[in-house]
């Protein structure tokens, strides 16, 4: 069964990097031709796609956060990561990491984790 | 970027009521459109993927139909766990772009 874990700092303060990894379990990053998303809920607010990662390397970005987003892949570690520099409190969300597979674009989650940002 | 808008922003129904929710995109989308559900301190669930095709496990009273700029999602027998917010996605070209989400609760 695979799952998706996030994990980082609960609280970020304005204009530092917020840091998320996505450690995935029960298969290997690199074991196919997967996509890995990040995708972030403010509260009260819908779903904001952030951006993804294949295993290839190439990676995709919502244009309003192309300049401050960037994601990795950590295949020995099995995880992938999302930086976010320059936050501010709108950058206040629940983040979540999904996998996705050729047509099926993010089957698996995490059960999301919640990052404020405040002084 | 592909906008994305669903109808209506809430839905009040019953315990056996059929739900649509239609969602619209702003250009050609073909096929490439999956609808979740998402509960509140819980993970997004996919539903449907591809606009018809139900994702592993998911019960067959849900259904998806559409192609082209215009989809539904259909919930045929509404059971207590279904109350929740529906979203559509589109995955034809990126940015990936979600609708902003459809509430259904209880009437």
């Known amino acids: 069964q695979v799952q998706l874990q996030e994990s980082g700092p609960g609280l970020v303060r304005p204009s530092q990097t917020l840091s998320l990894t996505c450690t995935v379990s029960?298969?290997?990053?690199?074991?196919?031709?997967?996509?890995y998303n990040w995708i972030r809920q403010p509260p009260g607010k819908g779903l904001e796609w952030i951006g993804n990662?294949?295993?290839?390397?190439?990676?995709y970005y919502t244009p309003s956060l192309t300049s401050r987003a960037s994601i990795s892949l950590d295949a020995s570690n099995n995880q992938f990561s999302l930086r976010l520099n320059s936050v501010t409190a709108a950058d206040t969300a629940f983040y979540y990491c999904?996998?996705?597979?050729?047509?099926?674009?993010?089957?698996?989650w995490g059960q999301g984790i919640l990052v404020t940002v405040s002084p | 970027d592909i906008q994305m808008t669903q109808s209506p922003s809430t839905l009040s129904a019953s315990v056996g009521d059929r739900v649509t929710i239609t969602c619209r995109a702003s250009?050609?989308?073909?096929?490439?459109l999956a609808w979740y559900q998402h509960k509140p301190g819980k993970a997004p669930k996919l539903l449907i993927y591809?606009?018809?095709s139900l994702d592993y496990g998911v019960p067959s009273t849900f259904s998806g139909s559409g192609s082209g700029t215009e989809f539904t999602l259909t919930i045929n027998g509404l059971q207590p766990d279904d109350f929740a917010t529906y979203y559509c996605?589109?995955?034809?070209?990126?940015?990936?772009?979600f609708g902003q989400g459809t509430k259904v609760d209880i009437k």
């Open positions: 029960g298969d290997s990053i690199s074991s196919g031709d997967y996509c």
């Open positions: 990662i294949y295993d290839n390397g190439k990676t």
């Open positions: 999904a996998r996705g597979l050729g047509t099926v674009p993010m089957d698996y």
């Open positions: 996605q589109q995955y034809n070209r990126y940015p990936w772009t």
């Open positions: 591809k606009a018809s």
């Open positions: 250009q050609n989308i073909n096929i490439w």
